[in-house]
């Protein structure tokens, strides 16, 4: 929503009196971050309700109590603070957490970064090193559930101390878990398939087969954590994953397990990209209709 758009009185009303519809306010609420006009508007319909009365109670006993908490540590105040200019009569200072902390924060750091950074230089390393051939065979194995375990340790009130806040903002919910996840996806895609492509083929298929199954993969994670909860639901997809390329080439003969791997992976991968296709659009669908699932995900 852009600032050209502003909201009328009619909408400030329901805004205030609690008729507006639920979504409706959610976009009412992103808009007021940015738009002082409305803000004051929507503030000046809030204030002529009864929970207007309570805001102006609390904000005599806040601003009555300031002054003697002020005093309590004014020892302890530095010279420039000392001595800043208070700030005007009815002027708010309301603290914005900024979005690439918020947003992006948990996607990319903790152990989900060290095991992506892990998995990308072991398999450089037992290439360059040691010399091993099926190198890429093995990182393609594994580059699927890298995307989406990050889903598991980026989105969740285990994952993100500040979860049940950032939660209840407008952006919340479905938006901030997909934001995370296109951080997962913006960095672990590149870095995968590059290292991928540095690697000998020896059989395996192209580096950039993973792509389209990793996205369906994380896709169905995040469809599946609505009804079970983001880690519960990482675990079955990777799991599912991995029984289903290790299983078959554990159970085959013929060859080294990595040859017969590499078989399973071309299956997998190479003849199977219009389903994949198919299951992450089908995957999209369903979690556009469960996005409200996203709003009590608190006990999962």
């Not at 013929?254 to 190479?270: E, N, V």
């Amino acid at each position: 929503m852009t600032t050209a758009w502003h909201a009328s009185e009619d909408l400030a009303l329901r805004y205030a009196d609690g008729s507006l519809p639920e979504a409706d306010a959610w976009s009412l609420e992103k808009h007021l971050e940015t738009c002082t006009a409305c803000a004051t508007r929507v503030s000046a319909a809030v204030r002529n309700t009864w929970a207007g009365a309570v805001l102006d109670e609390v904000r005599d006993v806040v601003l009555t109590a300031a002054p003697r908490t002020s005093e309590a540590r004014g020892s302890g105040l530095c010279g420039s603070a000392a001595g800043a200019r208070p700030a005007p009569t009815g002027a708010r200072r309301t603290p914005r957490l900024r979005p690439a902390l918020w947003s992006f924060g948990p996607a990319l750091r903790g152990t989900w970064l060290l095991a992506l950074l892990s998995v990308t230089l072991g398999a450089l390393l037992l290439d360059r090193a040691a010399g091993y051939a099926s190198t890429r065979t093995l990182l393609l194995t594994i580059a699927p559930v890298i995307p989406v375990s990050g889903v598991a340790l980026s989105y969740g009130p285990q994952a993100d101390p500040l979860h049940e806040i950032t939660a209840a903002t407008p952006s919340g919910g479905l938006r901030l878990a997909l934001t995370r996840t296109a951080a997962v996806l913006g960095v672990s895609l590149p870095a995968l398939t590059l290292t991928g492509a540095a690697l000998p083929a020896s059989g395996a298929p192209g580096a950039a087969a993973w792509l389209l199954p990793g996205l369906a993969l994380t896709l169905g994670s995040l469809t599946l954590a609505s009804c079970v909860g983001c880690r519960t639901a990482t675990a079955v997809v990777a799991g599912g994953w991995l029984a289903a390329v290790l299983v078959p080439a554990l159970a085959a003969h013929g060859g080294p397990l990595t040859t017969r791997l590499a078989g399973q992976l071309t299956t997998c991968f190479d003849g199977a990209q219009p389903g994949w296709a198919a299951a992450a659009a089908v995957c999209a669908a369903l979690l556009a209709a469960r996005r409200s699932a996203y709003d009590h995900l608190e006990n999962r």
